[in-house]
C-alpha cells in the first residue's frame, strides 16, 4: 500500500470553510451568530431611535420613584409611599404565592385524577374523564370569569353568619368562612413567641427558623438512616424495619416545638360586618388559584395517566405475583417508573402555569402584570422598560422552574451501566 504524504491533513484552504464537513457546521453557525446579532443591534438601534424621536430615552430611575398607589394583597409591608420598585417586588411575590401554590395543588389533583381514570370502576373513570374533557378544552380566561361569577353571585355575604339561625354556616368545623368578598380562614398563633430576627422593615420569626432547621436535620438524618439500611440488606439480604424511626425524626421534633412555643388556631370571628382573629383571603386570589388548578390539573391527568400506560403490564403482573396489593403496586411499582414519562411534561405544565398567572388582571389580583405591567406602567409611560423588565423576570422564573425540575428528573431517570 502506497501512503502519501499530507493525505490525512491537507493545507488549509478558504473553500473547505464550506466544502469540507470538518468546517462546514462551524461555518453555519457563525454566519447564524452573525445573522442574529446583526437583527438584534437592528432592533435595538431602530428602538433607540424610535424612542428618541418622541423625545424618550431608555432609563430605569422610574424604578426608584414614589408608587403612589395601594395594593391590597401584600406579603411583605407596602405603603403607596414606597418606589416603583418595592411595588414590583410586592407583585412579583403574589405571583410566585399564587404560582407555587397552584403546581402543588394541580399535581395533586392531577396525579389523583390521572389514577382515577384508569380505575375499573366505570362511573368514577367517566366522571373523571368528563371533568378533564370540559376543563382543557375550554380557555381559561373563561373558567378564571365563570369562578369568579360564582363566588360573586352564590357565596353569602359576611353578616349572613351573624345571629342565633344564620343564613350560612362556617366549613371544616368552623374554621373556614367563603364569602362573597373574601375568604377567611384561621391563622397560627403561638402562646410564646420567641422573637422575630429583623431584616429591614421584614422579620423572620426563630419559631420558623426552629421549624426549618428541625425539618432539615430530620431529612439528612433520614438518608443516613435509609443508606445504613441498605448496606445492612446489601450484606445480610435483610432490611431492618427504619419507617417509624423516620416518622418519629419528623414528627417528635415538630410536636415538641409546638407544644414549646404554643402554636394554636386563630379562628375567624365575626366581629360587626365582617370577620376577624383569622386571614382573610381575597377572593381574586381565591378564583385565580382555583381556576389555575382546576384547568392545569385536567393536563397533569392526561400525563399521568399516559406516564402510567407506558409503564409494562409485565411490571404490575409481576407485582401481583409477589402478592402486592394494588395500592402498593401503583405506589411502589408503576410510579415511580411512570415518572421517567410524566416529569418532561410535567415541566411545560409548571412553566404555562406560571405565565398564566398573568391572568390575574381579569380578576383585580395585583401580581407583577399588574403591577409592573399595569399601574407602574400607566403611571410612568414608561411602558418599553416594564415590558422589558417583565419579560425578563418571567424568563428568568422559567429558567428556574426548568433548571429545578430537569434536576429531579436526572434523578428519576433510568440510570444505564
Known amino acids: 500500500m502506497v501512503a502519501y504524504p499530507g493525505a490525512d491533513n491537507p493545507p488549509f484552504r478558504m473553500s473547505m470553510l464550506i466544502y469540507d464537513r470538518r468546517y462546514r457546521s462551524l461555518t453555519l453557525q457563525a454566519v447564524v451568530f452573525i445573522l442574529v446579532m446583526l437583527m438584534a443591534s437592528w432592533l435595538i438601534n431602530n428602538t433607540l431611535h424610535n424612542l428618541s424621536a418622541m423625545g424618550k430615552t431608555l432609563s430605569f430611575d422610574f424604578l426608584f420613584r414614589r408608587a403612589g398607589y395601594d395594593i391590597p394583597q401584600q406579603l411583605i409591608p407596602y405603603t403607596s409611599d414606597d418606589t416603583h420598585l418595592r411595588a414590583t417586588m410586592v407583585g412579583l411575590l403574589n405571583t410566585l404565592l399564587v ?9 395533586v389533583l392531577g396525579v389523583t385524577v390521572g389514577v382515577l381514570r384508569l380505575s375499573s370502576n366505570w362511573l368514577i373513570a367517566r366522571l373523571m374523564t368528563i371533568y378533564v374533557e370540559i376543563f382543557r378544552n375550554i380557555p381559561l380566561l373563561l373558567w378564571i370569569l365563570v369562578i369568579l361569577a360564582i363566588f360573586t353571585e352564590v357565596l353569602p355575604p359576611p353578616n ?3 345571629g342565633d339561625n344564620p343564613a350560612a354556616h362556617m366549613m371544616l368545623f368552623d374554621t373556614i368562612a367563603p364569602t362573597n368578598r373574601y375568604t377567611a380562614i384561621p391563622s397560627i398563633g403561638m402562646t410564646n413567641p420567641p422573637g422575630v430576627i429583623a431584616l429591614g422593615r421584614e422579620g423572620i420569626s426563630w419559631a420558623v427558623v426552629a421549624f426549618a432547621v428541625v425539618i432539615v436535620a430530620a431529612w439528612f438524618g433520614r438518608r443516613m438512616l435509609n443508606a445504613r439500611a441498605q448496606r445492612i440488606q446489601d ?21 415538641a416545638l409546638s407544644w414549646y412555643y404554643g402554636l394554636h388556631l386563630n379562628r375567624p370571628v365575626l366581629k360587626g360586618f365582617n370577620f376577624a382573629g383569622g386571614i382573610t383571603l381575597d ?8 381556576a389555575l388548578t382546576l384547568y392545569t390539573g385536567a393536563f397533569i391527568a392526561e400525563i399521568v395517566r399516559a406516564g402510567i400506560l407506558a409503564v409494562s403490564k409485565g411490571q404490575s403482573e409481576a407485582a401481583s405475583a409477589l402478592g402486592l396489593r394494588p395500592q402498593r403496586t401503583m405506589s411502589l411499582v408503576i410510579l415511580p417508573q411512570a415518572l421517567r414519562v410524566i416529569v418532561p ?16 388582571i381579569a380578576v383585580g389580583y395585583m401580581d407583577l402584570r399588574g403591577t409592573l405591567g399595569g399601574t407602574t406602567l400607566n403611571q410612568t409611560g414608561r411602558e418599553m422598560e416594564c415590558m422589558v423588565l417583565m419579560m425578563g423576570i418571567y424568563l428568568l422564573l422559567s429558567l428556574i422552574i426548568s433548571g429545578g425540575m430537569n434536576v429531579f428528573n436526572s434523578s428519576v431517570k433510568l440510570k444505564e451501566r
Open 160 to 162: 349572613a353568619y351573624r
Open 235 to 255: 450484606a445480610t439480604g435483610l432490611r431492618p424495619t427504619t419507617w417509624w424511626i423516620n416518622l418519629a425524626m419528623f414528627v417528635l421534633p415538630v410536636l
Open 345 to 360: 411534561p410535567l415541566i411545560s405544565q409548571y412553566l404555562n402555569l406560571t405565565k398564566n398567572s398573568s391572568l390575574a
Open 99 to 107: 404560582s407555587i401554590l397552584g403546581c402543588i395543588a394541580a399535581t
Open 283 to 290: 377572593n381574586s386570589f381565591v378564583v385565580l388559584w382555583l
